[in-house]
């Protein structure tokens, strides 16, 4: 029985291996999901085939009428909303099915080495900025609906994230190129900026409309499990062609 047993896994995972475009060591066959969740196995029915980094810039995101920010003094640079699992569709992959909590992960000293990190790269600006469980909340929300459509186990799930931020740096690239805060520029300089540390890179922007003024909200940039990488379709994007502003401070909209 333990022979048969054997032989089944080691064809379940040569099957898994094959359905994975990016490989990663990360990924584990679908029925040995760890039981941190209420759901026998992840929501879909495959791994994902590639993935969105979802930046928002928090000025511009707390420009919009309908979002709430109490938060005082915004930085000046973008900060992860999501981490998005996406199918060969180009869909993202959602879960609409209740989850277990997360607050375990940050327990104990790692467990506040990790939330500084993600309190200062992924808040939740629609949270004073002290109020720890607004932002674990909000994490909880992102591993709920997206993160558990990952294929990753939650940590794991985050630190990815907070890794791919760090060594794509959005901020950094448009700041080499001289994009400023409070200034448009026209799209192609945004363009330039992305494709000039990053070749390959696929991404699309968001924008808010201010009488005319698109005010940028979002950069959503493709990724695998390791780098940014070039999507077959391009994204959604609805900034327009012409000049787009990174605001300085709220405008309204």
């Not at 022979?3 to 898994?16: D, G, I, K, R």
């Not at 448009?174 to 200034?183: D, E, S």
Request: one cysteine or more; aromatic letters at 12%.
């Amino acid at each position: 029985m333990m022979t048969y047993f054997l032989l089944f896994c080691l064809l379940l995972s040569h099957t898994e291996a094959k359905s994975i475009p990016h490989p990663s060591p990360h990924h584990f066959p679908l029925d040995l999901w760890p039981k941190d969740s209420l759901l026998p196995r992840p929501c879909p029915p495959l791994p994902p085939d590639h993935f969105w980094l979802v930046h928002t810039w928090p000025k511009g995101f707390c420009s919009n009428s309908s979002v709430h920010c109490p938060q005082r003094n915004l930085q000046d640079e973008l900060t992860i909303h999501g981490w998005w699992p996406v199918d060969r569709k180009d869909s993202t992959l959602n879960n609409y099915r209740r989850v277990r909590p997360i607050n375990y992960l940050f327990t104990g000293e790692a467990g506040e080495e990790l939330y500084t990190e993600m309190k200062n790269n992924w808040p939740n600006l629609t949270s004073p900025i002290e109020y720890r469980y607004g932002h674990i909340a909000f994490w909880e929300k992102e591993w709920a609906r997206h993160g558990i459509c990952s294929c990753f186990e939650p940590r794991l799930y985050f630190g990815t994230a907070l890794a791919l931020k760090r060594n794509i740096n959005i901020s950094q690239a448009l700041r080499a190129n001289g994009i400023k805060p409070g200034i448009e520029y026209l799209r192609r300089r945004f363009v330039t900026a992305l494709r000039r540390k990053i070749p390959r890179l696929s991404f699309a922007m968001r924008c808010g409309d201010k009488n005319g003024t698109k005010i940028l909200i979002e950069i959503r940039v493709c990724t695998n499990e390791t780098d940014a990488i070039s999507c077959s379709r391009r994204l959604n994007d609805n900034c327009g062609s012409c000049y787009i502003k990174l605001v300085s401070e709220i405008e309204p909209f």
